[in-house]
């Protein structure tokens, strides 16, 4: 893929502008007991990305675990600054899109959450620049 001038677009499941280096998490994730809210560290320590920071990065995920407590654990985290840019999904998700809808409207953020195919999400590696626009476009940015 010539990244650099690639462009995919994505179902918009909350609009948003967010630009930064994603993080590719290789399995799902409780946001309510296997991430602290408070620095945005994932904290189950059987989890491959263990003790990785999600603070200011593009999460990719392809499903959270867990339930009811997730969308609290993004709110907190959102709201205090420690959460992702963004989310990319890779299935709808109701707590993660819950979680965001509700700390944007509450704290007046724009944190985007979108969703792909999972081949398209197979073609992210952590690290990767992305930007994502408001109409639900996702970059991968040159610079």
């Known amino acids: 893929m010539n990244r650099q001038s690639s462009s995919i677009e994505a179902r918009i499941l909350i609009a948003g502008f967010a ?5 590719v998490l ?21 989890h491959p990305q263990y003790q ?13 675990r867990g339930s009811a407590g997730t969308p ?3 709110a907190e985290t959102l709201r205090n600054g420690s959460g992702p840019a963004a989310f990319i999904l890779g299935e709808r998700d109701v707590n ?20 792909v195919s999972l081949s398209v999400m197979k073609q992210i590696s952590s690290g990767d620049q992305l930007i994502i626009d408001r109409r639900g476009v996702m970059l991968f940015d040159a610079e």
């Not at 999600?54 to 999460?59: D, F, K, N, Q, S």
Request: charged fraction near 20%; charge should be negative; aromatic fraction near 6%.
């Open 19 to 23: 630009r930064g280096s994603a993080l």
């Open 72 to 74: 609290g654990g993004i």
């Open 26 to 46: 290789d399995d799902s994730l409780s946001f309510w007991g296997g991430f602290d809210p408070s620095n945005g560290e994932i904290i189950d320590v059987h």
């Open 52 to 64: 990785q920071l999600v603070g200011g990065r593009i999460l990719c995920i392809s499903e959270s």
């Open 96 to 115: 993660i899109s819950v979680g965001t809808l509700v700390a944007n409207r509450l704290y007046d953020l724009e944190v985007p959450v979108i969703e």
